[in-house]
Structure formats: C-alpha cells, structure tokens
C-alpha cells in the first residue's frame, strides 16, 4: 500500500498543474464535465447491458429445453417440422443445445442462420465440456464463455430420461448494441468537451478581464521606481460591475492607486520642499560663514599683541567655520545631486587620482600604514574627476578617522570583465550581466578601501549610508582623529557612485572593514 501511494505521489508530482486562475477554472469545469460524462456513460452501458441481458434471458425461458431435448433422437426421420439431429422449430439462430449424462456431454449442437433446417454439430474443447458440467441444472441463467463458440447466456434443467438438458443463446448481439453505444458516447462526449472548453476558455477570458487588467496595471506599478521623485501611476479602468466579485476587486485596487498616488504626490513634494530649503540654506550660508572665516584669520594676523585667550578663540572660530564651510559645501552637493544635476562625462583615470588621494592621506594620517595595490594597466572611466576624487578622499578620510593609530589600511583597484580568453574575472562569461549592472561584454572598475580597525558596529551599517550617520563614540577607540564629521561623507560617496551608475557596498566585522566601489569603464 506505501509502495502504491509513493508511485501515485510521484505521478501526481509529474504530471503538470496549471498556475494561473483562468486555467484552474477552466481545467476544474473540464474535469468536472469529464466525471459527468464518465459516470452518465458508464451508467448508460450498465444498464443497456443489464436491460438486454434480461431480454435474453426472457428468450431463454421461452425456448425452455426443446431444442436439446430433441438432440437425443438421433434416429429420428426428418419432417417439416425438424432434422435428422434436432427440433430447430422457433429457434433463433445462433440458440446452442447440448445434452448430459453422468456429467458428460452426449450431444452438442447450434442452430445456424439461414433457412436451411441442419443443425450444426459443435466440437467442444475439454474446457467446455467442463464448464458445461459444472452448471447446476436449477434453470437460472447464466453466462459461459465457450472458447469453441463465443460468450453464451445459458440454463441448464433436468431432462425426463434424467439427464441434463443445456440451452443458450449468444451474447455477441448484447456484446454489440453495447460497443457500439460505448463508441457513440465517446464520440459524442469527446465532441462535448472540446467544444465546452473552447467555449469555457472564452467565457472564463471575458469573465475575467477586468482581473486581467487588474494585473497589468499591478504589473506595471510594480516595475515603476516608487523609492524616490515624481511618480505618474497608470491610469484605472472605471468599467468594472461592482456586483461582481471581480469587479469589486477591481474597484478596490484602483481605490488602493489612489491613495498610492495621493500619497506619493503628497511625498514628492515634500522631498522637493525639502530639498530647495537645503539648497537655499547651503547657498545662503556660504557667504556669512566665509565672511567669518576671513575677519578671524584677518583677526590672527593682526600685528598687534592679543591676548592669549583671544588667539585661542579665533583660531576656534577659524577652524570651526572652516569645517561648517566644507559642511555646508557637502550638504549644496547633495541637494544638487538629489534634483538630479548632470555630472560631467570626461575620461579619468582613475588609477592617477587614487595615487594622489593616497598620498595626501599619508600625509594627514602618518600613524596610519597605507598600502597600494593597483592594476598593472591604468584605469580609464568615464565621470566627473573632481567628484571622483572627492569619493576616495572620503573613503580614506573615513578609513583614517575612525580607527586607531597604527592600522593598516589597502587600497585596491582592479578591473572586472571579461579576460582575453572571453571570461570574466570570477569566472563566469563575459556575456552574463551582473548584479551591478554591467552590460555583456563590459568590464567593471572596482575600488576597495579595506582597513583593520573595530569595525562598524551592526546597528550602524544598515544606514552607515545615510546623512548625518555617525558612530565615532563607538568605533574610533583611540582613534587618530579627536573630532568627528558631519556624517556626511559616506553619503556624498553614495550618492556620487549613484550618480555615476555605479554601486558602493560595506562588508564589516571586527578587525575587518571593506567598502567597495563599482563604476562601468564603459
């Protein structure tokens, strides 16, 4: 039983399931019409047989035992009534008579078609004769198959010389009124379900267009970038019948939209208040924080004698609206960036700029152990030279500034894309895209700036990448630098990789820190 359910399981698993809400129903109306039809036909056969089978045995009673009866006067002249070898009057042809004695058979004969009035002697087989004695002699039909004749309904009654006396008649008649209605029914349900299931598959499509059209708006939502900016929704189909439970589906997506695009629309423009709040404030405070700026350094050189104190607090003064100018420069880019300012599209090589952003930061940070590992050929993408460079300046500046003394930190850029031997770096075609976006056939520039400092702590990472992130009080444990930044200057990075269609990416865990930049050379 375990061996059965594995092999239907395994059939079952097979054999192929429709997925979408169209063919199940359709596929549920076939196999329901097919289970109807099955049962309407298997019952119309059942009975027709059972209905003829009774009328033979009806012939059966009529015939009685004459004509065997007769099969035993063999030395009986012919008349018009009968045969040197049987009484054949009011016998069908085809009727079969046979004669025991002692169980064994004596005579066997069938009356054959025509209008000649011979009988014809059957020469039955041992299996025959067999079951011929074996049938009880009570008059009750039943069916023998005798393998020197056909199936035959038969009964089997005590004769006057104390012999058995068998009669039957062929069910091959039975046989073919009821293949033949077998053939009639297969042919006319098969023609039934073709034509429901053409008919099914129309009624069900116009049954369910508005579901249809439910899914392709839903689809094209889907593919609509809704992270950010100004978002157009499809419009809806107003010619749904809400009575319907597709209808009402349908009605309370497009009710759904809506509030999807009141609330987008309301968002969108909030983003854009808020975003020329922070261009208007940058570019407003660049000037009053320069003009700071200049009096404390033109206070400085003041050739007169100042009291310490005061020296102390103008150069704090300098030092701090020299750090709110770069703030204030760092947040101007940004809403820059955001109101989706073209960048400029110049060949750079990359590998010059990542040489200089190196060695500038050996010299800010000396405690620090620097190391270079940079492609053999230089590296050529296209972009904004000055943003690029401001991307490996704050990759280092971050590295430096947020771990301690005497860490080592490795700057690599390599490329990756398809070799000379037609594949990719790691391995695979140069023809497959990959998560980055790279075309087939292009390469990739990658930029990794791995240190072995504490690490970003794990609540930090997931928005390490946003503005005004910042967990110097938790990772810079005797750190070089004793002030911290704005937090905004992995957020420049992120947003200027983005703006080149590039990706950047964080992988941290204690002792190990890499970020990952990926521009196109192409």
Known sequence: MNAVRRVLGRASRRLPRPRTLRARLIAGLLVLLTVSCAAVGVAAVVELEHFLTGRVDQQLAEAGTRFPASLENTARPPDHDGDEHGDTRHQPAGTFGARLVDGNVTHAAVVPSGSGLAVR???????????????????????????????????????????????????????????????????????????????????????????????????????????????????????????????????????????????????????????????????????????????????????????????????????????????????????????????????????????????????????????LDLAEEPVIVPGDAHRLHQVVANLLANARGHTPVGTEVT???????????????????????????????????VLSVHDTGPGVPAEVRPDVFERFTRAEHRRRTGASASGGGAGLGLAIVAAVVEAHGGSVALDSRPGSTTFTVRLSTG
């Open 121 to 371: 002697t059957v020469a039955l087989t041992a299996h025959d004769r067999r079951a011929l004695a074996a049938l009880p002699a009570d008059g009750r039909p039943r069916t023998v198959d005798l393998a020197s004749l056909d199936e035959y309904r038969v009964t089997a009654a005590w004769g006057l010389d104390g012999d058995v006396l068998v009669t039957g008649l062929p069910l091959e008649p039975v046989e073919a009124a009821v293949h033949r209605l077998e053939l009639v029914a297969g042919v006319v349900f098969g023609v039934a379900l073709a034509v429901t299931g053409v008919a099914g598959v129309l009624w069900v499509r116009w049954s369910l267009r508005p579901l249809s059209r439910v899914a392709a708006t839903a689809t094209r939502v889907s593919e609509l970038p809704l992270a950010s900016g100004e978002v157009a929704l499809p419009p809806r189909s107003p010619d749904y019948d809400p009575r319907s439970e597709v209808g009402r589906v349908a009605a309370a997506f497009d009710r759904m939209l809506g509030h999807v695009g009141d609330a987008l629309s309301k968002r969108h423009a909030s983003e854009e208040r808020l975003r020329r709040f922070a261009a208007d404030a940058s570019h407003e405070l660049r000037t009053p924080v320069a003009s700071v700026r200049g009096h404390a350094e033109l206070a400085l050189l003041h050739p007169d004698p100042v009291p310490p104190e005061v020296t102390r607090a103008l150069e704090r003064i300098a030092a701090e609206s020299s750090r709110m100018g770069e703030m204030v420069d760092e947040m101007l880019l940004l809403a820059r960036l955001d109101a989706g300012r073209p960048l400029e599209r110049r060949p750079v090589d990359l590998t010059r700029l990542v040489l200089d952003a190196v060695t500038d930061a050996r010299a800010a940070g000396p405690g620090h152990r620097w190391t």
């Open 411 to 445: 700057v690599t850029l390599a490329v990756d894309g398809p070799t000379a031997d037609g594949r990719g770096a790691g391995g695979s075609t140069a023809d497959s895209p990959t998560a980055d976006g790279r075309g087939a056939g292009g390469t990739t520039a």
